[in-house]
């Protein structure tokens, strides 16, 4: 069973843009502790971007002033926009939720991917050059 599905990955080359959106049927974004993740063969799996149920947002430092995190509510569909890509952002990027409600606490799990249980397959982005 699919809870999360990831869309919107390519190929593009350095420099270029791409939007990543997740959709799911089995939670509400704008209330619950969504992020976005991506592994690279030979790299740990690295939390890039977070954002919960106040609109807070968190990014890693890797990605920071590049990439964007936000929401449609009436779509219930989160997107990650990503700009000026680099080679070394090529990775399979992962949608990722956590199940549990914490209201306006904020996202115990940060950018921690132990913490979340809800996964999504996975979309390629490659970037050349």
């Known amino acids: 069973q699919v809870q999360l599905v990831e869309s919107g990955g390519g190929s593009v080359q350095s420099g270029g843009s791409l939007t990543l959106s997740c959709t799911t049927s089995?939670?509400?974004?704008?209330?619950?502790?969504m992020a976005w993740f991506r592994q690279a063969p030979g790299k740990e799996r690295e939390g890039i971007s977070g954002?919960?149920?106040?609109?807070?947002?968190s990014y890693a430092d890797s990605v920071k002033g590049r990439f964007t995190i936000s929401r449609d509510v009436v779509k219930n569909t989160l997107y990650l926009q990503m700009n000026v890509l680099r080679p070394d952002d090529t990775a399979m990027y992962y949608c990722?939720?956590?199940?549990?409600?914490?209201?306006?606490?904020?996202?115990?799990?940060?950018?921690?991917?132990?913490?979340?249980?809800?996964w999504g397959r996975g979309t390629q982005v490659t970037v050349s050059s």
């Open positions: 990722a939720a956590d199940s549990h409600y914490y209201g306006m606490q904020g996202c115990p799990g940060g950018l921690q991917h132990a913490n979340y249980d809800y």
């Open positions: 089995v939670l509400n974004v704008h209330n619950s502790c």
């Open positions: 954002i919960d149920s106040r609109d807070f947002e």
